[in-house]
Structure formats: C-alpha cells, structure tokens
C-alpha cells in the first residue's frame, strides 16, 4: 500500500492519493472539512452512519463535516479523496470552486495523478455542497453537544475530565457519551485523539522531531503518539513526513478555463 498527501495550504485543499490498500479504516469523522471520494480500482464497504455502500471503481462518495463513517477493504483498492475545508464554501463562489479543482489537475505534482480522473464527478458533488449550504444552514439544535465538542477541539493537547465535560453538557457522563456518539460517531475520548492526530500532522510538516510533536499535542510519549497516529492514518509519523507533497499556487481567483 502507499498513500500520499497533496496539500495546497492556502486553499484548504488537500489531495489524498491511496494505492493498493487492504487496510480497515475505523469510525471516525472530519471536523472541518467535506471530503469527497473517488473509488479506482477495487472494492469496499464504505459506512456513513446507519448505512453501508458497497463502492467500486467509479463510485464517488461524499462525507460531510462531522459525519461518521469507516472503509473496509473487500479487495485491495485504490482511490482518491479531496479533503475540502468547510471555509472554501464560504469563499468563493461556486464556478471559482470548481475552476480551481480543474486548475489542480494541471499541478505538476497531480497531473498523473488526475489524468485519466473524470473530474466531473468531483465536480457535480462541489455544485451539490454549494447547494446544501445554501438550503440547509447549520442549526443548534445539539448546543451543548456543540459546545462540549468546541471545548474538545480547542484544548484537545490539555486533559480533559469527563466529569468536567458533562458538566458542560449539563448531563451524566454516561448520558453525555451515549448523546455525544450518537451526534458525532465518536466518543468525547476518540475525538480528542483525533483532534491530537490532526494537530501532530500541521506539526510533522513544520521539521519538529516526533518526540518534540507527541509532547507538544499532548501525548505521554513517542510510542503512545505513534501507535494512535498509525491506527488513524495507517502510516508512521516518519512516512507521513515522506509522504506529504506542497503544491504550487494556484491563483485564488483563476481565469477562464
């Protein structure tokens, strides 16, 4: 198997090219961002929520913030995902998204990647994310939730109590774990790890050593802080590292293509 990441910082936009995989993606979610996939070769279960898809080469699939979903291999498969923050909707416009995403195909980095990709697919599910967002706003119907995650999030490198966290929620910590997985897929304890994961990746790519990022994000130790960031991203810290690819800039307002 081998992955690597594509990310062009600015934009939000990072690529994420698997290859051959057999591996078993665990539950999980995706705070800040829509991810929108595409299958090449291959087969898997893939679950979101309740309901489970049996994708192969050509299905897309689109995963929303906060969505819980996994990825069982069937056969060894490949895919490619566009992990999009959900900041990109708010600024630019729907024919900016979608020209900028054509533009990355002429990435150097991406166009072998992307050559024999069908765009249009990615396309249509960018068209149809513009439209949720414009029909479907966010509600607060879980403030608390809203709220307990928020603290998770922001402070996930602190410790964190149980205790103090259902008091936020105004629940019991029994209560406050059976509402807060059944909103987000994820125990107040899974989402903090992935928050940590998540803050170690920005930190991998800044030179730090890993024993310097495990501490920095929270960890007791290296070890501890590997085993977690290989459970959530089937890689080491150190082949992380060599597998992350800077894009060039891409004009945030691209002409006509």
């Known amino acids: ?35 929108i996939g595409l299958m090449l070769n291959g087969q898997v279960d893939f679950q979101k929520k309740q309901e489970v898809y049996t994708l192969g080469a050509g299905d897309t699939f689109v995963v929303e913030p906060n969505k819980w979903h996994s990825v069982r291999a069937l056969t060894p498969f490949s895919l490619i995902t566009f992990a999009i923050e959900n900041t990109f909707f708010n600024t630019y416009s729907v024919e900016e998204a979608k020209k900028i995403i054509l533009l990355m195909k002429q990435q150097p980095e991406l166009c072998g990647r992307l050559s024999d990709v069908n765009l249009d697919l990615i396309l249509n599910h960018i068209e149809a994310i513009y439209r949720l967002k414009k029909t479907n706003p966010a509600t607060y119907k879980h403030r608390e939730l809203d709220h307990v995650k928020a603290l ?106």
Request: proline letters at 4%; a positive charge.
């Open 152 to 257: 998770i999030c922001e402070n996930a490198t602190e410790t964190l109590s149980l205790d103090d966290l259902a008091k936020v929620a105004f629940l019991s910590k029994y209560h406050l774990i059976k509402k807060f997985s059944a909103e987000f897929g994820l125990t107040p304890h899974n989402l903090k790890i992935q928050r940590q994961i998540r803050l170690a990746q920005k930190q991998l790519l800044e030179q730090k050593s890993i024993s310097e990022v495990a501490h920095n994000v929270g960890f007791f130790d290296q070890s501890h802080f590997t085993k977690h960031f290989k459970k959530i991203l089937k890689l080491t810290p150190t082949d992380y590292k060599h597998a992350y690819i800077e894009l060039e800039v891409i004009d945030s307002k691209p002409k006509q293509v």
């Open 1 to 35: 198997m081998k992955i690597h990441f594509y990310r062009h910082r600015p934009l939000g936009i990072e690529v994420i090219a698997i290859d051959e995989s057999n591996e078993y993606y665990p539950g999980h979610n995706h705070i800040s961002h829509y991810v």
